[in-house]
T-cell receptor, first 113, second 110 residues
Framework: NAGVTQTPKFQVLKTGQSMTLQCAQDMNHEYMSWYRQDPGMGLRLIHYSVGAGITDQGEVPNGYNVSRSTTEDFPLRLLSAAPSQTSVYFC????????????FGQGTRLTVV | AQSVTQLGSHVSVSEGALVLLRCNYSSSVPPYLFWYVQYPNQGLQLLLKYTTGATLVKGINGFEAEFKKSETSFHLTKPSAHMSDAAEYFCAGNTDKLIFGTGTRLQVFP
C-alpha cells in the first residue's frame, strides 16, 4: 500500500549542481504534479502531467524540467541548482477527474548552498 | 484565473473552543474545493472535499466546511478544538489544475 513515494527525503546541493527528485505512484493515476512549499507561500505548482507523454507548466516552472515516460513515474530535474530552489518539494497524484482528491508523497527537503 | 485565498496565516484557539479557518475562491466557474491538513514534517492529507450536491461537507476528525457560492467561500470549522488539531491547513481549488491557498497554521492552547 505504498501510494506516492518520493526519494530522497533530504538533499544538500551546491550551487550549479544538477539532480533528479524521484516520484512514483502505484495507484494507476493519470494526473501527477510537483509542488514546492515555502514559508508563507503555500504550495506552488511547478509542473504537472495529465498522462504518459504529456506535461505542462505550472506557476513556477523556471529552473525545472519534467518528463512522463510511464504512468507510474514523474521525475523532477533541477538542471543547475540555485539557492532560490531551497524548498520542500511534494509530488502528488490523482485520478483524471478534477473532483478526485490528490495523494501526496512525504516530501523532499532540498537545500542549495 | 483561478485563485484561492486564505485569510489569516496564524489562528490560535483554546482547547474546546470553536475553530474557524477562512477560505475564499476566485473563479469564473466554481471549482471543486478541498481542505488538506499537514502535520509537522509530513505530507498533506485530505480533510474533506466539495464536488457537487450538499453544500455542508463533513470530513475527518470532526471538521466540516460549507460551500457558499454567493460568498465564494469554503470556510472550515470544528466546534471544539483539540490539542491534536494543531497543524497547518490548506484550502485548494481545482478547475483544470489544483491550486492551493497560502495556508493557515492552527495553534491550540490548553
Amino acid at each position: 500500500n505504498a501510494g506516492v513515494t518520493q526519494t530522497p527525503k533530504f538533499q544538500v546541493l551546491k550551487t550549479g549542481q544538477s539532480m533528479t527528485l524521484q516520484c512514483a505512484q502505484d495507484m494507476n493515476h493519470e494526473y501527477m504534479s510537483w509542488y514546492r512549499q515555502d514559508p508563507g507561500m503555500g504550495l506552488r505548482l511547478i509542473h504537472y502531467s495529465v498522462g504518459a507523454g504529456i506535461t505542462d507548466q505550472g506557476e513556477v516552472p523556471n529552473g525545472y524540467n519534467v518528463s512522463r515516460s510511464t504512468t507510474e513515474d514523474f521525475p523532477l530535474r533541477l538542471l543547475s541548482a540555485a539557492p532560490s530552489q531551497t524548498s520542500v518539494y511534494f509530488c502528488a497524484s490523482r485520478s483524471g477527474t478534477g473532483r478526485s482528491e490528490a495523494f501526496f508523497g512525504q516530501g523532499t527537503r532540498l537545500t542549495v548552498v | 484565473a483561478q485563485s484561492v485565498t486564505q485569510l489569516g496565516s496564524h489562528v490560535s484557539v483554546s482547547e474546546g473552543a470553536l475553530v474557524l479557518l477562512r477560505c475564499n475562491y476566485s473563479s469564473s466557474v466554481p471549482p471543486y474545493l478541498f481542505w488538506y491538513v499537514q502535520y509537522p514534517n509530513q505530507g498533506l492529507q485530505l480533510l474533506l472535499k466539495y464536488t457537487t450536491g450538499a453544500t455542508l461537507v463533513k470530513g475527518i476528525n470532526g471538521f466540516e466546511a460549507e460551500f457558499k457560492k454567493s460568498e465564494t467561500s469554503f470556510h472550515l470549522t470544528k466546534p471544539s478544538a483539540h490539542m491534536s488539531d494543531a497543524a497547518e491547513y490548506f484550502c485548494a481549488g481545482n478547475t483544470d489544475k489544483l491550486i492551493f491557498g497560502t495556508g493557515t497554521r492552527l495553534q491550540v492552547f490548553p
